[in-house]
């Protein structure tokens, strides 16, 4: 068993920063991989980020255009994503996930196991 767990959402105005955090616990995660979806209202549940545990290699969704970054902490078994120029448009529940391998990062079907979830809210 899994258990995400994120934190860090909030309010901010346009232009800012946030950093979202994902704690799991449960199973090792050394061959995993770990990323991060939004689901803004009326929409799909979209990529952001992935990373995996061992090697650290990172994958971004197309919209994110340098202003996010994802990084994690091996001993704390936590994940983060680092929001910075923050737009309304980035308004969205923000999901943390693991994987059970390193392949298809980008789609929800590669993901097991599911945080609950931290609301961000960007006001322009």
């Known amino acids: 068993q899994v258990l995400l767990v994120e934190s860090g959402g909030g309010l901010v105005q346009a232009g800012g920063s946030l950093r979202l955090s994902c704690a799991a616990s449960?199973?090792?995660?050394?061959?995993?991989?770990m990323g991060w979806f939004r689901q803004a209202p009326g929409k799909e549940r979209e990529f952001v980020a992935a990373i995996t545990w061992s090697r650290g290699r990172t994958l971004y969704g197309d919209f994110v255009k340098g202003r996010f970054t994802i990084s994690r902490d091996n001993a704390e078994n936590t994940v983060y994503l680092q929001m910075s120029r923050l737009k309304p448009e980035d308004t969205a529940v923000y999901y943390c996930?693991?994987?059970?391998?390193?392949?298809?990062?980008?789609?929800?079907?590669?993901?097991?196991?599911w945080g609950q979830g931290t609301q961000v809210t960007v006001s322009s």
């Open positions: 996930a693991a994987a059970y391998s390193t392949v298809a990062v980008s789609t929800r079907e590669a993901y097991a196991y």
């Open positions: 449960g199973r090792t995660f050394s061959n995993y991989a």
